[in-house]
């Protein structure tokens, strides 16, 4: 039996700390809240209210087979709290990986199990209230050729039931950095929607879908 | 090495203990549906979801607690409004579900649009023709009474109020509210037997209505469109709101008729207010429809001695026990 526990909290120990951190751009510029620089168009500047979405399911790999799963891997990352934006894993010694794998969004089994703590936890406000389900990725700012008055972008992405399911699963080569630099550009994102069309998704669709599937290839390792 | 086994052991079986004196499956139901392994219900626990239940702190104007539309002695839901009451004297849109034996629900809500009971407190909160809060508001101000910190703290060791903790307590709670003591269930035990009209009724409530109300739960947890023409004003379409199917058009959750005596009026938005007009609309009001149920397409057919016969029967569904149980009152 101490043999045991002694074997668990080495094994605790002994492991090498790999840091991930999170960058949200637009395109050379990093995102700042409610700065209204950035340039979509020739006179048209948008401006970011807020900007937040979750990772989870990290898994490294190498030659194809998976070599570190992390466990309960919910991560909410938040442009407002710099400490959302780390993400530290204790990985076994000397453990060789080439590729990262992720989720952008949480998986249905979670969205069906009821209140959970942590990021998870509905008072994050990533939960909505008139119909159960995570939202994986909220952004809501402003553009200033917009038509509306007052928001003019509020995308709030999520759905975890078929057709409508919103999860993302991105795939990047890590090489053979060790930590990772992981950056979510919003001006390539930017340019593949049309703003006017699609300002405002509150709820799980078809839209959301596509829009999700957008979002997932502006992540890239610097 | 043994001791440890031996303390495992009884550790499991002491939990095993707890979890039976809290939560007892009636003899003749079937396994519940939620999973108490990840909200295993405690003493402390259930008081603190029902002290919550019980406090108008829920609502933004301190004036709304859950039971405003969901009263014990009306087997918890509200007589008498066909639709509910918030705060501002809003009103809503729906009629309030009476709340009972909620641990044998798939979803939650007459279109389904909670997945899990613990989820299901957040809507009233937010709502804003209910509670108009948020689940923040509602944590901090728990994080800032005494009275819940010491509850918080009996009911986890830790008196932090956390979102968690709050929606799991409420679920604890209601997952208490156990409903099976009814004349029927007491006939189906076999501890009584039902008169001629009660046992005519129930041959009757087999053939006409129990696909759809199936027993013991008296609802098999779907979603049917049953002929109800739309209500022009409310213009509610169902959950075809909630799956964007249009084959969920006009569908609405089959509820629970058990203690139907208490939960008058009835359907989604509370426009009958008697038994007897319920059974008028299955006989004489159906209104064709694409999404129409398939067991109501051909019509159903009863004289008026045999809508008697039924409506004895539903009668033995109610749970007087249940009704006037202490133990689901406002906390003394």
């Not at chain 1, 939960?127 to 509306?148: A, H, L, R, V």
């Amino acid at each position: 039996m101490l043999c045991l526990l002694f074997l668990i909290d080495a094994s605790g120990q002994v492991g090498e700390v790999v840091k991930i951190s999170f960058r949200t751009v637009y395109g050379n510029k990093a995102i700042i809240l409610n700065d209204s620089s950035y340039m979509h168009e020739i006179d048209n500047l948008i401006k970011f209210e807020s900007l937040k979405f979750y990772i989870s399911n990290i898994n490294f790999y190498q030659n194809e087979s998976i070599t570190y799963s992390e466990k309960y891997s919910f991560h909410l990352i938040d442009i407002s709290d710099t400490s959302s934006q780390i993400i530290l894993l204790n990985l076994p010694n000397g453990l060789d990986f080439d590729k990262i794998r992720f989720n952008l969004g949480i998986d249905s089994t979670t969205n069906v199990a009821g209140a959970m703590g942590g990021d998870l936890d509905p008072t994050k406000g990533m939960y909505w209230t008139w119909k159960s389900g995570y939202i994986n990725f909220k952004m809501e700012g402003s553009c200033s050729q917009c038509p509306s008055s007052n928001r003019d972008f509020e995308l709030h992405l999520g759905g975890y039931q078929y057709p409508f399911y919103a999860l993302q699963q991105i795939e990047l080569e890590t090489h053979t950095k060790r930590n990772l630099n992981l950056c979510l550009d919003m001006k390539k994102f930017f340019s593949k929607i049309d703003l006017k069309k699609q300002k405002s998704i509150m709820s799980p669709s078809r839209e959301a879908v596509s829009i999700s599937d957008q979002l997932a290839k502006c992540f890239r390792i610097e | 090495m043994k001791k440890c086994v031996f303390l495992l052991l009884s550790l499991a079986f002491l939990s095993f203990v707890i979890h039976e004196s809290k939560f007892t499956v009636p003899v003749n139901f079937p396994k519940p549906i939620y999973d108490f392994s990840r909200n295993t219900l405690t003493e402390d626990k259930i008081l603190l979801g029902r002290t919550l239940f019980y406090d108008p702190i829920l609502s933004k104007s301190n004036t709304i607690s859950c039971e405003s539309c969901h009263s014990p002695f009306s087997s918890f839901t509200h007589v008498d409004h066909s639709l509910s009451h918030g705060i501002h004297d809003s009103i809503g849109i729906r009629n309030s579900p009476a709340l009972f034996n909620l641990a044998w629900q798939k979803s939650f809500m007459w279109d389904g649009s909670v997945n899990n009971l613990d989820m299901q407190a957040l809507a009233p909160i937010s709502h804003p023709a209910e509670m108009g809060s948020s689940l923040n508001e509602v944590v901090s101000k728990l994080n800032a009474s005494t009275k819940y910190r010491k509850l918080f703290f009996g009911a986890y060791q830790d008196s932090l109020a956390t979102g968690e903790r709050t929606l799991k307590a409420i679920s604890q709670f209601l997952l208490t509210l156990v409903s099976a003591n009814s004349k029927y269930d007491q006939m189906i035990r076999k501890e009584l037997n039902f008169t001629e009209q009660e046992k005519r009724g129930y041959l009757l409530f087999r053939k006409n209505c129990s696909s759809c109300h199936k027993e013991p739960m008296f609802t098999n947890n779907s979603f049917e469109n049953n002929g109800l023409p739309v209500d022009i004003k409310l213009k509610d379409i169902g959950r075809i709101k909630i799956t964007a199917n249009p084959s969920d058009s006009l569908k609405f959750k089959v509820p629970s008729l058990r203690n139907i005596e208490y939960t008058y009026p009835y359907m989604h938005d509370g426009r009958f207010k008697k038994l007897s007009e319920v059974l008028n609309h299955y006989t004489n009001g159906i209104q064709n429809s694409k999404t129409l149920s398939n067991k109501l397409k051909h019509g159903v057919v009863l004289s008026s001695d045999q809508k008697a016969d039924i409506i004895k029967f539903l009668l033995t569904l109610s749970d007087k026990e249940f009704v006037f149980n202490k133990n689901n009152q406002f906390p003394s």
